[in-house]
């Protein structure tokens, strides 16, 4: 089927072969700057515009896409430059954030007949809001699960100085083929430095429409004053969402405060409560102000009341320093004479929690795709987990079968000199030593793995996700790290000579722990040391 894109279409649905609509004889092709697009049926619609599930004309197999059509609300020469800017802005922000396994890319965008049209890549799966329609509301170890998932992108998106806006459960989707979160809608993003003069009504014209849900946008963005912390506080009600299956409208509110009364609809621990409230506070100044502070405040969760319950000798060490040094729960308390017990116990809760995390099974079940059982962790899941080990046939295999998610995997020593691994998931895995010469691991996520003293000889990392890994002493001479995301990477006596690192995100502090020579192109695109 072919369907019209003009708004006023009295009777857009046409056939597929059509070239024109049978109604309104708007052409049904559009004609951008890298393909020809036909759509298929309308996703959706509202105020600005309407998205669209689209077919490339052009390119072999006809793939799938999303075209978003912007539609100006009157012909106004200011309306219609505020549809452009609005345009202009989204198109920069996912060309600059696109890059992430996590985010659709953006394909094309273009102007035809004083519409707008935003052409990104398809997602295939259900939303969360679909997903707790269907399955029901999700346990608190499911809520840590999605929040370990979508916290460490929020935070790649606001070290790019980008606030999202419309964070809610419709707007993340699990990817049918990897079982992984995806934000999509960019629609609503706020770059800090981009806002136009006033217009006559006293608003700016890039905040005056696209503010957000309400409800899942905290006060200070409906005020139009977005900060960070307004995505922390989106991404806490959509919290509460998972767990009560209520939309904000469907809560009570305090008439004194306005905060949501949500605490006596859940069944929660004390300690993610308290983490929720802070997450949920109308004043800024009280709320977290980053997602690593939340990722820092879940990580406390090891300390529960079966802890305190088994803990019967005082410990010399504090609390806060066994959290942030501990390599597994059993070796933080190997001093104690009561270790023992209380490393049962910890065991014991966490065993419980993912026995009744309906999320985690369904989870296990889309990812089922290797017969053997698997025993899968993000990188902040629980450390007491030894990941699972493969060797490079039953790996390679997988990943021919469709599997793409090995993350915390051990795939230490391996060789897969050559192989072809793109768009694979080794967050947290660990690749200490393997041989990934030559391998194609284009737009991968490397993001908290271990991968010292690895060959990365030759190996093609454009666009990978490398955030907080460890690369120290790895072989990457020759390597293609374009437009890689490089944050925190540990590069100590990492090999760059003539490595590529054009747009890569790096600091010159990193490069300087690494050999580099006069053939390295650094970031700025230029080679040599300077």
Same mark, same amino acid.
Request: charged letters at 20%; aromatic letters at 6%.
């Given at each position: 089927?072919?369907? &019209?894109?003009?708004?006023?279409?009295?009777? !857009?649905?046409?056939?597929?072969?059509?070239?024109? &609509?049978?109604? =309104?004889?708007?052409?049904?092709?559009?004609?951008?700057? =890298?393909?020809?697009?036909?759509?298929?049926?309308?996703?959706?619609?509202?105020?600005?515009?309407?998205?669209?599930?689209?077919?490339?004309?052009?390119?072999?197999?006809?793939?799938? =896409?999303?075209?978003?059509?912007?539609?100006?609300?009157?012909?106004?020469?200011?309306?219609?430059?505020?549809?452009?800017?609005?345009?202009?802005?989204?198109?920069?922000?996912?060309?600059?954030?696109?890059?992430?396994?996590?985010?659709?890319?953006?394909?094309?965008?273009?102007?035809?007949?004083?519409?707008?049209?935003?052409?990104?890549?398809?997602?295939?799966?259900?939303?969360?809001?679909?997903?707790?329609?269907?399955?029901? &509301? $999700?346990?608190?170890?499911?809520?840590?699960?999605?929040?370990?998932?979508?916290?460490?992108?929020?935070?790649?998106?606001?070290?790019?100085?980008?606030?999202?806006?419309?964070?809610?459960?419709?707007?993340?989707?699990?990817?049918?083929?990897?079982?992984?979160?995806?934000?999509?809608?960019?629609?609503?993003?706020?770059?800090?430095?981009?806002?136009?003069?006033?217009?006559?009504?006293?608003?700016?014209?890039?905040?005056?429409?696209?503010?957000?849900? !309400?409800?899942?946008?905290? !006060?200070?963005?409906?005020?139009?004053?977005?900060?960070?912390?307004?995505?922390?506080?989106?991404?806490?009600?959509? &919290?509460?969402?998972?767990?009560?299956?209520?939309?904000?409208?469907?809560?009570?509110?305090?008439?004194?405060?306005?905060?949501?009364?949500?605490?006596?609809?859940?069944?929660?621990?004390?300690?993610?409560?308290?983490?929720?409230?802070?997450?949920?506070?109308?004043?800024?100044?009280?709320?977290?102000?980053?997602?690593?502070?939340?990722?820092?405040?879940?990580?406390?969760?090891? $300390?529960?009341?079966?802890?305190?319950?088994?803990?019967?000798?005082?410990?010399?060490?504090?609390?806060?320093?066994?959290?942030?040094?501990?390599?597994?729960?059993?070796?933080?308390?190997?001093?104690?004479?009561?270790?023992?017990?209380?490393?049962?116990?910890?065991?014991?809760?966490?065993?419980?929690?993912?026995?009744?995390?309906?999320?985690?099974?369904?989870?296990?079940?889309?990812?089922?795709?290797?017969?053997?059982?698997?025993?899968?962790?993000?990188?902040?899941?629980?450390?007491?987990?030894?990941?699972?080990?493969?060797?490079?046939?039953?790996?390679?295999?997988? $990943?021919?079968?469709?599997?793409?998610?090995?993350?915390?995997?051990?795939?230490?020593?391996?060789?897969?000199?050559?192989?072809?691994?793109?768009?694979?998931?080794?967050?947290?895995?660990?690749?200490?030593?393997?041989?990934?010469?030559?391998?194609?691991?284009?737009?991968?996520?490397?993001?908290?793995?271990?991968?010292?003293?690895?060959?990365?000889?030759?190996?093609?990392?454009?666009?990978?996700?490398?955030?907080?890994?460890?690369?120290?002493?790895?072989?990457?001479?020759?390597?293609?790290?374009?437009?890689?995301?490089?944050?925190?990477?540990?590069?100590?006596?990492?090999?760059?000579?003539?490595?590529?690192?054009?747009?890569?995100?790096?600091?010159?502090?990193?490069?300087?722990?690494?050999?580099?020579?006069?053939?390295?192109?650094?970031?700025?695109?230029?080679?040599?040391?300077?």
């Amino acid at each position: 089927m072919s369907y &019209c894109f003009n708004p006023t279409c009295p009777h !857009p649905k046409n056939l597929a072969s059509s070239q024109q &609509c049978k109604s =309104c004889n708007n052409p049904l092709l559009l004609i951008g700057k =890298c393909g020809q697009y036909r759509a298929v049926r309308q996703l959706g619609q509202g105020g600005f515009g309407a998205t669209f599930l689209a077919q490339n004309e052009v390119l072999p197999g006809k793939p799938s =896409c999303v075209i978003k059509q912007l539609r100006p609300s009157g012909t106004a020469p200011h309306i219609l430059q505020m549809a452009e800017d609005l345009f202009e802005r989204e198109a920069k922000t996912l060309g600059k954030i696109g890059n992430h396994p996590q985010i659709p890319r953006l394909l094309d965008y273009f102007k035809q007949d004083n519409q707008f049209y935003l052409v990104q890549e398809y997602i295939s799966g259900a939303t969360l809001q679909q997903d707790v329609k269907k399955t029901g &509301c $999700y346990s608190e170890a499911g809520v840590k699960q999605f929040l370990s998932e979508i916290l460490p992108l929020l935070q790649y998106i606001h070290e790019l100085k980008v606030i999202h806006r419309d964070i809610k459960p419709a707007n993340l989707i699990r990817r049918s083929q990897d079982a992984r979160l995806v934000l999509i809608d960019f629609g609503a993003v706020k770059d800090q430095v981009s806002q136009t003069a006033p217009n006559p009504s006293g608003q700016t014209a890039l905040t005056a429409y696209a503010i957000g849900t !309400p409800g899942f946008a905290p !006060p200070e963005q409906m005020a139009m004053r977005p900060v960070y912390s307004s995505d922390i506080y989106a991404l806490g009600v959509t &919290c509460i969402y998972l767990l009560t299956a209520k939309t904000p409208k469907d809560l009570p509110y305090n008439p004194t405060t306005g905060e949501m009364m949500w605490e006596q609809l859940v069944d929660v621990s004390e300690h993610f409560a308290s983490v929720l409230k802070k997450m949920l506070e109308v004043s800024v100044r009280n709320r977290y102000q980053s997602a690593p502070e939340v990722l820092r405040a879940l990580e406390m969760e090891p $300390y529960l009341d079966s802890l305190s319950k088994g803990l019967l000798v005082k410990s010399d060490v504090d609390p806060k320093e066994r959290i942030n040094n501990r390599p597994d729960n059993s070796s933080v308390l190997s001093n104690n004479p009561a270790s023992n017990n209380v490393a049962a116990a910890i065991r014991a809760r966490r065993a419980k929690l993912a026995e009744n995390s309906g999320f985690q099974a369904r989870r296990r079940e889309r990812q089922q795709l290797i017969s053997q059982p698997q025993n899968l962790s993000g990188g902040n899941s629980n450390a007491s987990q030894i990941p699972r080990q493969l060797n490079s046939q039953s790996l390679l295999t997988a $990943y021919v079968k469709g599997r793409r998610d090995f993350a915390a995997y051990n795939i230490s020593l391996l060789n897969l000199q050559g192989a072809d691994l793109s768009e694979t998931n080794f967050h947290g895995a660990q690749l200490t030593k393997t041989n990934l010469q030559g391998a194609n691991l284009e737009n991968t996520d490397f993001g908290r793995a271990s991968l010292k003293e690895a060959n990365l000889k030759d190996a093609n990392l454009t666009k990978a996700y490398l955030s907080h890994a460890d690369l120290e002493g790895a072989d990457l001479r020759g390597a293609d790290l374009s437009y890689a995301y490089m944050s925190q990477v540990n590069l100590r006596g990492a090999n760059l000579c003539g490595a590529n690192l054009t747009g890569a995100k790096v600091t010159d502090e990193q490069l300087a722990l690494a050999k580099i020579n006069w053939l390295t192109v650094r970031p700025n695109g230029k080679r040599g040391f300077l």
